[in-house]
T-cell receptor
Framework: LAKTTQPISMDSYEGQEVNITCSHNNIATNDYITWYQQFPSQGPRFIIQ???TKVTNEVASLFIPADRKSSTLSLPRVSLSDTAVYYC???????????FGSGTRLSIRP | DVKVTQSSRYLVKRTGEKVFLECVQD?????MFWYRQDPGLGLRLIYFSYDVKMKEKGDIPEGYSVSREKKERFSLILESASTNQTSMYLC???????????FGPGTRLTVL
């Protein structure tokens, strides 16, 4: 099964850039890398998805090196409201092989 | 806006009871999912459905069954609830496999 590894927790301060790295050594050739954000008492919310190089949207950037064995979610100038759990997914083929894992608990301080 | 709704936010049941958790999506999505979320374990996939009457087991299907009679509705069934099924249950849907999943608000089930 595809498994991702990411830090259990991270701390940062308002206004800083935060980078969360995820490793996915067994990613399949046709798999995309997807990141979700989850606030307490809510379901996860899609943030960004990419296949290779760099993807940017209004919320975050996603950097994927050529070997695609890892990816980095970059949150520019974080605020207190970015405090959440962030999940990296790299499923292998069928949707039934999706594994969310435990995610990274990001805490932002004033 | 895509909307995924779950029948209850909180549910308390007794051991041995049959429990139905309902999920409805309004975006004509092909795929629907049931997860459970426990502290320290993240989200774990219970069952997945890619079409009406079609289903596939996820990582932890034991003790659960599912039903998808209509495209917009996906039900999770606990045939005989046990205390170790106390958890947060999350339903999600997506248009195609591997695509963005939209989650419901979750149902916090307590089995006494």
């Amino acid at each position: 099964l595809a498994k991702t590894t990411q830090p259990i927790s991270m701390d940062s301060y308002e206004g800083q850039e935060v980078n969360i790295t995820c490793s996915h050594n067994n990613i399949a050739t046709n798999d995309y890398i997807t990141w979700y954000q989850q606030f307490p008492s809510q379901g996860p919310r899609f943030i960004i998805q990419g296949y290779k190089t760099k993807v940017t949207n209004e919320v975050a950037s996603l950097f994927i090196p050529a070997d695609r064995k890892s990816s980095t979610l970059s949150l520019p100038r974080v605020s207190l409201s970015d405090t959440a759990v962030y999940y990296c997914l790299a499923p292998r083929g069928s949707a039934s092989k999706i594994i969310f894992g435990s995610g990274t608990r990001l805490s932002i301080r004033p | 806006d895509v909307k995924v709704t779950q029948s209850s936010r909180y549910l308390v049941k007794r051991t041995g009871e049959k429990v139905f958790l309902e999920c409805v999506q309004d975006m004509d999505h092909e795929n629907m999912f049931w997860y459970r979320q426990d502290p320290g374990l993240g989200l774990r996939l219970i069952y997945f459905s890619y079409d009406v009457k079609m289903k596939e087991k996820g990582d932890i299907p034991e003790g659960y069954s599912v039903s998808r009679e209509k495209k917009e509705r996906f039900s999770l069934i606990l045939e005989s609830a046990s205390t170790n099924q106390t958890s947060m249950y999350l339903c999600a849907s997506s248009y195609i496999s591997g695509n963005e999943q939209f989650f419901g608000p979750g149902t916090r089930l307590t089995v006494l």
